[in-house]
């Protein structure tokens, strides 16, 4: 293979792509069907435009993709203000209604396949069936606008069809998938109170069964608000009733024929809850509305994934994951949307990519992480499989390094789109990424999308080029959360995204700017845990790990690794006398695997002496981060403001034996 660097062109799009694409067709029709007229000759000029008149940019969007409202909008942006910015006022829309208006005979809807079930494909009128099925079973419960209804379930069709269900009835999404453990579940699901539950019996995942009814009994104790559970016979088929009036299975509710209807809600009716952890306290519960996912991802996806009518869209994810979320985005735009469930390296580690060959995937959505343990594999997936029909690959998660490129382009193929791109869960979409009429440069992010003014900021707010600063959006975006469930006053909001530059939105990635406005990622600039796009905060560690006699305290923190990996040590302090031996690490790794996820059981485990504090003892998790990838103590820092320096000084100490540490010697 060749040796590529940072910024080495690897692929331009063809003419045919170019002029097929629907980023093409929007600027043509801008050019000629809007009044007054714009005029681009390029994207970044079509950028420049989106971002300085950005009330005429979504206005374009809302046209162009002729969104369906029931009421027109009075405005488009009531006050441009971060946060509190309130889009398409008086406009009535609904989610469910706009997925649905892309039936067609012609394709399916869904397909789906899985370590228990195989290849099955579900058509948009079987899909209509059963939504509206479960949505007429919901309102006779008395489900109703504004009530949440939550999920316990893997990646499976009736996970959307019971979110499809929610939304078209104007009632609130949340789900978790059942890897995680009934405390991390129950600390998201108690503060949303959900009258609803949707959950799984069990499912596969490398080849091992694992039985979730005991784990769901937990989270039926431990929310309060529940009325009803259903349960998908998923690992155990042949179950039968449950027996219990309010415990019931999904034949139960799919009994007769429902009629499908789509209460019409304001554009900013929260839609779902997601969950972003900080490092203190319960996970965040983030609340985004119907209107701005539709228009966010209508243009997110059909305008910088180029997705169509027909195509065949598929993203390795679970319903913890925000890109779930946005892979239903799919159906918004008439797309075939593909689910997978199970172990992405079984029974071998090309299965994902036979799974694309054989189903035809022309969208494939991935994790860099992915892509680099597929790189360091060795696969040849262009080689041992038939993938013509593959044009665009999203790399997201993590950033994805110049070699990930070059393996993509290698052992994928040649002619494949490559777009890495960075955006979260807090906005439900990205900020930076692909566009079909740009080249793709190893290591870079193709752009920044319609509408997102992301800039790098140093730390006195002035913009940066061609150096790396803080990833912020100076403007507002119609996908940003309504507010936090729980938070009165919108003060945990606030203090997210807007107490380092007032009135700007700061992510938490360090970026790059280039000249040609590219851009490049060089992982997070705080402490939240994103391993394999799963965000934690690194107090739910903590809580799992503290739990166990022998710990006294923890620390924890994750580093972005050149080469596109992710390690994620852990600190601990323990009980006097004790010392940390091998059963030790084990059970501590099981705790965090059962009360919380396999995703993110720590690579290493450490015993400290103590763990550094702030004078109002906080953990010092940020600094330490900054300290074992290769800061000096006073510039990650200050010594004055820390209840006890020595600890930080130990933690110098250990990033001069880094390599040890991460190989866990």
């Known amino acids: ?54 009330e005429d940019f979504w206005a374009s969007i809302w046209e162009f993709y002729r969104i369906k409202a029931s009421k027109p909008y009075t405005s488009v942006l009531g006050e441009k203000t971060m946060p509190g910015a309130r889009w398409f006022g008086g406009a009535e829309l609904n ?119 005991s784990t769901v009994a937990e989270l039926r104790r431990g929310l ?21 009036e309010d415990a019931l299975t999904w034949e139960d509710i799919l009994v007769g024929e429902g009629l499908m209807f789509f209460e019409q809600v304001p554009f900013e009716t929260p839609l779902w809850i997601l969950y972003s952890s900080g490092t203190t306290g ?72 036979k799974f694309i060959a054989d189903t035809g995937t022309s969208h494939f ?47 994928v193929g040649s002619d494949t789109w490559l777009a890495s791109t960075a955006g979260g869960t807090d906005v439900c979409t990205a900020f ?24 790098a900021f140093d730390d006195r707010g002035r913009s940066l080029v061609d150096e790396v600063g803080e990833l912020v959006i100076t403007g507002p975006m119609p996908s940003m959360p309504l507010f936090f469930w729980g938070d009165p006053g919108n003060q945990k909001y606030f203090d997210s995204y807007f107490d380092m530059y007032p009135g700007i939105w700061r992510h938490g990635d360090w970026v790059k700017i280039t000249a040609r406005g590219s851009g490049v990622i060089y992982g997070r600039s705080d402490s939240t845990l994103n391993r394999m796009g799963v965000r934690m905060g690194s107090s739910e560690i903590y809580s799992a790990v ?19 990996g992710y390690y994620m040590p852990l600190f601990v302090v323990l009980r006097e006398g004790l010392v940390l031996d091998d059963p030790l690490k084990a059970r501590i ?23 550094p504090r702030t004078l109002n003892g906080k953990k010092l998790e940020v600094p330490v981060k900054k300290i074992l990838a290769g800061a000096s103590v006073e510039t990650a820092v200050n010594l004055d403001s820390i209840r006890n320096p020595a600890a930080m000084i130990r933690f110098a100490e250990l990033a001069r034996e880094a390599v040890n540490i991460r190989e866990g010697k």
Not at 382 to 409: A, Q
Request: glycine share 10%; charged share 20%.
């Open 432 to 455: 930076l990424g692909g566009c079909p009429l740009l080249p793709v440069h190893a290591g870079e992010l193709q752009c920044r999308l319609l509408g997102v003014d992301a800039r």
């Open 546 to 564: 503290e739990d166990l006699a022998e710990v006294a305290d923890s620390l924890v923190v994750g580093l972005e690794l050149p080469e596109g």
């Open 282 to 353: 319960l996970p965040k519960a983030i609340v985004q509305g119907q209107g701005g996912i539709v228009v966010e991802h209508l243009k997110y996806l059909g305008l910088h994934q180029d997705l169509q009518p027909g195509d065949r869209f598929f993203s390795f994810v679970t319903p913890s994951w925000v890109v779930w979320n946005m892979l239903l985005g799919g159906l918004l735009v008439g797309a075939t949307v593909l689910l997978y469930d199970g172990n992405p390296v079984y029974p071998d580690p090309g299965v994902l990519w």
């Open 589 to 611: 790794r099981h705790a965090i695997r059962t009360s919380l996820t396999p995703r993110h059981v720590p690579d290493g485990i450490f015993q400290i002496t103590e763990v």
């Open 1 to 54: 293979m060749r040796t590529i660097r940072e910024g080495s062109l690897l692929w331009e799009p063809s003419r045919e792509l170019v002029d097929q694409a629907n980023m093409t067709r929007y600027i043509n029709w801008l050019g000629v069907g809007r009044n007054p007229r714009v005029r681009v000759d390029n994207y970044h000029d079509l950028w420049d435009w989106s971002v300085g008149h950005v």
């Open 224 to 244: 309060p608000t529940l009325e009803k559970t259903v349960t998908v016979p998923y690992l155990f088929p042949d179950q039968g009733g449950t027996g219990s």
């Open 95 to 213: 989610y469910a209604e706009h997925v649905f208006r892309n039936s067609s005979p012609a394709h399916p809807a869904l397909l789906f396949q899985s370590e228990i079930r195989p290849l099955t494909a579900l058509s948009w009128a079987d899909l209509g069936r059963q939504v509206a099925s479960v949505a007429t079973w919901l309102r006779d419960l008395g489900v109703r606008r504004g009530d949440r209804v939550a999920a316990y379930l893997p990646n499976i069709p009736e996970a959307v069809v019971a979110f499809l269900a929610c939304a078209a009835l104007g009632a609130v999404w949340s789900s978790c998938s059942p890897d995680f453990g009934s405390r991390s579940v129950v600390d998201r699901f108690r503060q949303i109170g959900p009258k609803v539950l949707f959950a799984v019996d069990g499912y596969q995942y490398g080849g091992k069964p694992f039985d979730r009814r």
């Open 365 to 411: 959505g991935t994790s860099a992480a992915f892509l680099t343990a597929c790189m360091k594999a060795g696969l040849e997936p262009g080689k041992n499989h038939d993938l013509t029909r593959l044009k665009f690959i999203g790399s997201t998660g993590s950033p994805l390094p110049p070699e990930g490129f070059e393996w993509v382009y290698g052992q």
